[in-house]
């Protein structure tokens, strides 16, 4: 997955791209009469653009995310609700504007990566927010031809979170490609939540769209972009409504569902077949990448929906071929062609249009296209478009003002939640993740997973972290090499090659370094520094137990402490709420308390031994 001669490319790459951007005393010249949406532009001693905050990239885009989510989570509400929940975009008051296509999944895909990178337990609170209300004022009936979809838009009602329609069309319209994405995202939340709410409603809204799938032709994909959810009639004056090349995340859908054992997956075998098929025969021969977006009333080629397949191919290789490099490499090369903006050139970068039929360069848009472009690189080793990339990343940073507004394009004035926030902060973490050395290297973070991470606690000199799947491989930056990883409390070598367990360190010039982490058979990863940590963790590790587990809700809890020891012990749910607490001073080694859970709700909690010489953690699964 990583090899060698990419470290060393990285390597080699990192020390030319250091010479341009960390040392601002040198190399920096501003030039006060250009502004960048928000910013003042800054530009290396060649008239290269370099980031908005700091000529570092890592705190450039670290900065920029940090604002985001703190504009996000701190959006006004009117009657209890965000503004997000009715509103496509920003304002200090509530608009009406309806909501956007995609807007509550591209939230959930972003904030499930950020957790990871941050460890914050407030942005699965708000994932379980946004998910909670759109379900329960957004589905088609079950006797509807397109049954359980949730509706994209708030159309009747554009001051409320009652989804019922079609932002052109009106209401009883759907768009297919959204229920997919929806339901996609779904699944991740169900595997860092353990609620099966999440997971029946994907697994009805997959059961659907494999049941309606069809062979698709030039002018017809697989699914229609938008359909009558109640009748399933097609909106056939609408041009390009029979077309949308938006089926990534319908596929992802299958694909892991499938791996859960759920759903009708005999269609989702057929579905999938029948969807590839369809691509390689159309969109990767005539480039027509429409349509997405619900405003539109036009056919549009999009920017989104090409690159997510690149992204698409570049992470499924086995599955897709052995034209898989050059699929992908066609695409952004298409990409590149034919959305590229040469608005920028004096400044060495090349801005990404939205679509073609409102040819505006936007943040999300430009972000996505530098996140693939890295990914190709990690994926192929071929790194000569990596400096592009940075400057498009690097780019996307003006669009983002000191209180965290992050406006979609220097085009336009509208800040959208879709554009600047849950289709904005994912694209810099994918970045991130395949190319670590633009990084923050003034802290630790967890980039990327080929799992979905569950639970993450970043300790002074220790990081807790879960994955959902036994099988996993994750990219960390971290201000110093660790002392040990452990695999289920069990220490793993450093390797030169992560084809078994293992991890794999690499120092970069600028401090720090990238940890690379394989594990075949273990959920429950410990990252350590210090030997006293690593001394402490290690006596620790039995120090406490939980019985049984999975439990229905009477759970013992077995723990070891020095006598007259103070000891709490506490019961929290993956968003870190804290629902119980047992305060006691134990008077022997050897304790045992019970934790009555009866009263909670089938899922995944977490108890917490804190002491003043320890400090452990333990995974609860609750089944009732």
Request: glycine residues 6%; proline residues 4%.
């Amino acid at each position: 997955m990583f090899t060698p001669e990419f470290k060393r490319n990285e390597l080699r790459l990192m020390k030319k791209i250091l010479l341009l951007f960390v040392f601002p005393f040198l190399l920096l010249s501003a030039n006060a009469q250009t502004t960048l949406v928000y910013h003042t532009v800054v530009t290396d001693t060649n008239g290269n653009l370099i980031p908005w905050y700091n000529p570092n990239h890592g705190s450039s885009y670290n900065n920029g995310l940090n604002l985001i989510w703190n504009f996000w989570k701190n959006i006004p509400t009117s009657s209890g609700n965000k503004y997000y929940m009715m509103d496509h975009s920003y304002s200090a008051t509530l608009q009406g504007n309806k909501v956007g296509g995609d807007q509550y999944a591209m939230a959930l895909s972003s904030w499930a990566l950020y957790y990871a990178y941050t460890g914050d337990t407030e942005l699965i609170q708000n994932m379980v927010y946004i998910a909670n209300t759109y379900l329960a004022n957004s589905l088609s009936p079950s006797s509807a031809a397109w049954a359980n979809l949730p509706y994209p838009c708030n159309y009747s009602s554009p001051t409320l979170p009652v989804y019922d329609g079609d932002f052109v069309l009106g209401a009883g319209v759907t768009q297919p490609d959204k229920a997919g994405s929806f339901g996609n995202e779904l699944v991740s939340l169900y595997k860092i939540t353990g609620d099966t709410n999440y997971l029946r409603a994907a697994v009805k809204i997959a059961n659907t769209l494999a049941a309606k799938v069809q062979p698709g032709d030039v002018n017809n994909s697989p699914y229609p972009f938008k359909v009558n959810a109640q009748s399933g009639s097609l909106p056939f004056f609408l041009p390009g409504a029979n077309y949308s090349a938006n089926v990534v995340p319908t596929l992802l859908l299958f694909e892991n569902l499938k791996s859960l054992n759920q759903g009708n997956i005999v269609q989702f075998d057929t579905a999938t077949a029948v969807i590839k098929r369809w691509v390689k025969q159309f969109p990767l021969t005539n480039n027509n990448w429409g349509c997405f977006f619900e405003d539109i009333p036009v056919y549009s080629n999009t920017e989104i929906n090409a690159v997510t397949m690149a992204w698409y191919i570049l992470n499924h290789q086995n599955d897709w071929g052995n034209t898989w490099q050059q699929d992908a490499r066609g695409i952004l090369d298409w990409t590149l062609s034919s959305l590229g903006s040469h608005a920028y050139d004096s400044l060495g970068v090349t801005a990404i249009y939205e679509q073609s039929s409102d040819l505006k360069e936007g943040g999300s848009h430009t972000s996505r296209f530098a996140s693939v472009e890295l990914i190709y690189a990690e994926k192929t080793g071929d790194n000569s478009r990596v400096v592009q990339a940075l400057r498009q990343l690097d780019w996307a940073t003006y669009l983002v003002n000191f209180d965290g507004e992050c406006r979609f394009s220097p085009h336009g004035s509208a800040t959208w939640y879709t554009d600047g926030y849950g289709d904005y902060v994912r694209h810099f973490l994918r970045g991130m993740a395949a190319y670590p050395a633009i990084a923050p290297d003034s802290a630790n973070h967890l980039l990327g997973s080929t799992s979905v991470v569950t639970y993450i606690n970043y300790l002074p000199y220790e990081i807790i972290y879960n994955t959902f799947d036994n099988s996993s491989v994750e990219v960390l930056r971290l201000t110093s090499k660790p002392l040990q990883v452990k695999l289920n409390g069990i220490a793993v070598n450093e390797v030169f090659s992560l084809s078994t367990d293992g991890w794999i360190w690499t120092d970069y010039v600028s401090g720090g370094g990238s940890l690379r982490i394989r594990h075949e058979h273990a959920k429950n990863i410990d990252i350590l520094w210090n030997g006293s940590s690593i001394k402490s963790v290690t006596e620790n590790e039995n120090s406490l137990q939980l019985f049984p587990n999975p439990s229905s809700g009477m759970v013992k809890v077995n723990f070891s402490t020095t006598e007259n020891e103070e000891v709490k012990i506490k019961l929290t749910d993956v968003s870190g709420r804290l629902i119980r607490e047992i305060n006691i001073t134990a008077h022997s080694s050897l304790n045992t308390e019970t934790i009555n859970a009866t009263d909670l709700q089938s899922g995944t909690y977490f108890v917490q031994l804190v002491s003043k010489n320890c400090q452990s953690v333990k995974k609860l699964m609750l089944i009732k």
